[in-house]
């Protein structure tokens, strides 16, 4: 089978999405796919083995220049139009032309000849989906690939946010599921979700989760906050303002209390962007010298080493009735071995793939279960009986072996 992938970035430094697109081509190319990549990271990246072309930006057209024009006026005034032009378009002047650029350069391909297109993307772009519509004859070889809910507002709650434009873009990912003869999604929860809204996916979708990435940490440097000889909690990657990482915070800081040498012995980590939380942990940090709140980027291949090398990993949800989420995180988790600490709702798809008598589970706000959780890992750990995650059945359902039956049994 030939396989083009359409993706927005290969850049795995730039967020977690990119990060699991690239783990996703990475293992289809590995299952032995003729396969290109076309991908408008708009700089020169290749992935070894792998046909990458970047695909240039159509400049000093109609919509690139109201793009810059807004851009420039933006700066000038300081007043983001971008919500008014959204409300009235569906999206930006931007959008538009980067999915121009994307849709002319896919056209003009002609010596790869595909038998499946993938898109992939990141956020709550979805450029290369709205590319693909413009191009209705690859639409019967289309796998358009759904890694989060959209729009916006058919997000669970917590989230509550609707965007500017919500019809257009309501619109336009109705088109998506009726015109791609596939649809792909990292979960069964999420499958399921969407399909509630358009109910073609139900039909389309098959399962392709996040993928395991075999990479050789053996020479990454840890950062030096990171001290091997403690019992060590680790939440890596962004913590959006629904995660609410206090509770956890507060069982700390009760077990640190009942259990005064783990002041010497112990750290949580809280590593990546967390810009609605970081005021908040910073001043945390300096009342809990155990804690460390290290609120920024860092490279890839760091913080995989470092997950590697925790006591315990954290996946921290939202609190909510249910999250059909597969976090991107999740396969790095598995794959580095370590117990994982997991904070959410009851109906979850991290929850369903670890399963129901996975010993280390709780809700985001339930203090009394998360101290105990704490308590039994470190104790554990004290007396060196701290087991490794081995989940074998997730490493396969993570890897190559389900994704190439996955691609193989389409129809």
């Not at 206090?246 to 590593?271: C, G, M």
């Not at 010993?359 to 101290?371: G, I, T």
Request: hydrophobic share 40%; aromatic share 14%; charged share 20%.
């Amino acid at each position: 089978m030939r396989i083009l992938v359409v993706v927005e970035s290969i850049d795995v430094n730039d967020s977690s999405g990119s990060k699991a697109n690239v783990a996703l081509i990475q293992n289809i190319a590995s299952c032995g796919f003729d396969m290109q990549v076309f991908h408008y990271t708009r700089k020169e990246i290749q992935l070894d083995s792998i046909p990458c072309i970047s695909i240039p930006e159509k400049k000093w057209n109609f919509l690139y220049l109201l793009s810059r024009t807004e851009r420039l006026f933006t700066r000038w005034t300081k007043i983001n139009l971008n919500p008014y032009l959204e409300s009235w378009f569906g999206f930006s002047f931007t959008f538009f032309n980067d999915t121009n650029s994307i849709a002319s350069f896919v056209r003009k391909q002609k010596e790869f000849q595909p038998d499946l297109v993938l898109t992939l993307s990141k956020g709550a772009s979805f450029r290369p989906h709205y590319a693909l519509l413009q191009l209705p004859e690859l639409h019967d070889k289309w796998m358009a690939y759904v890694h989060d809910p959209f729009p916006f507002h058919y997000y669970p709650r917590p989230f509550n946010w609707i965007q500017p434009g919500y019809a257009q873009k309501e619109k336009f990912f109705r088109a998506v599921s009726q015109k791609a003869r596939y649809s792909a999604f990292p979960s069964q929860l999420l499958k399921e979700w969407m399909g509630s809204y358009f109910k073609d996916f139900l039909k389309t979708g098959i399962i392709i989760p996040h993928q395991i990435s075999e990479l050789n940490t053996e020479n990454v440097a840890l950062p030096s906050f990171f001290e091997p000889s403690k019992f060590s909690l680790l939440h890596a990657g962004n913590l959006l303002e629904q995660r609410n990482p206090l509770p956890l915070i507060n069982a700390y800081r009760k077990f640190l209390k009942d259990y005064p040498e783990a002041k010497n012995d112990s750290q949580l980590l809280f590593v990546g962007p967390a810009m609605f939380h970081e005021n908040e942990l910073q001043t945390l940090e300096n009342q809990i010298p155990t804690l460390v709140a290290a609120c920024r980027n860092f490279p890839f291949l760091e913080i995989l080493a470092l997950q590697e090398h925790v006591s315990v990993n954290i996946v921290l949800e939202s609190k909510s009735e249910i999250s059909p989420f597969l976090p991107g995180k999740f396969p790095h988790c598995i794959i580095a071995n370590r117990p994982i600490l997991l904070l959410s709702p009851y109906y979850s798809e991290t929850r369903r793939l670890l399963g129901e008598t996975y010993p280390y589970w709780s809700e985001a706000d339930d203090e009394l279960k998360l101290y105990s959780h704490i308590e039994m890992l470190y104790q554990k750990w004290k007396s060196h009986d701290l087991k490794e995650l081995d989940r074998d059945d997730l490493k396969s359902y993570l890897g190559n072996a389900y994704l190439k039956n996955s691609i193989c049994n389409l129809n």
